[in-house]
């Protein structure tokens, strides 16, 4: 509890440090959050070039815009939902929005690294498998939404508000995503997670492998 107030204060005096003009702030802002942006970037994007100018374009607009900017006690929350803006609209420059709520695989995508695949497959292949079967069946903004909840730790009013749904709509949305996930658990060893509500914590380890 304490450790999360004083990362909370930490955040806030960073933040406003910057906002009341310290360059050196955002510079510590960018190197403490660039990898988790990069790496909900590329799902989006699949481009490195593409993500790594469409970070760059979001530290710019920080200071362009410092002096509209609020006060936040979430750093994270705030850049991700700014940055959601500015990768959707890489997106729609690429004529890519047209398939934004279909089940294509082409966006948003969950890929294992070659090391972390090899500990996969000695580990649970079987699970994996169907996981990522099942992943591939979710639509994008279902993938989306399980990144930014168990792998980001965003509550799901942030994720609402980041993919400008309702928090209804966000619970809505993660059952299904959740129910399809159990479906492709049916019939194996591993159904046994799903009544005793273990599921969820199996499935953050291994997206989190996935991520």
Known sequence: MHSNQNEHIEEHKLWDSFLKGDDKSLEIIYRRFFDELYNYGIKWLNDISLTEDSIQDLFVKLLRTRKNL??????????????????????????????????????????????????MQEENTSLQLRLTA???????????????????????????????????????????????????????AWQIFMPAGLLIPLLKNILKMMG
């Open 134 to 188: 099942a992943l591939d069946a979710l639509t994008p903004r279902q993938r989306e939404a399980i990144f930014l909840r168990y792998i980001e730790g965003f509550s799901y009013e942030q994720v609402a508000a980041m993919m400008d749904l309702t928090t209804k709509g966000t619970y809505k949305l993660m059952a299904r995503a959740i129910d399809a996930l159990k479906e492709q658990l049916k019939g194996t």
């Open 70 to 119: 609020s006060a936040t006690t979430s750093i994270k929350y705030y850049l991700f939902r700014a940055f959601r803006s500015i990768v959707l609209d890489k997106l729609k420059a690429k004529s890519k929005t047209d398939h934004l709520d279909e089940a294509g695989k082409s966006l948003f995508v969950f890929e294992l690294s070659p090391e972390k695949n090899m500990i």
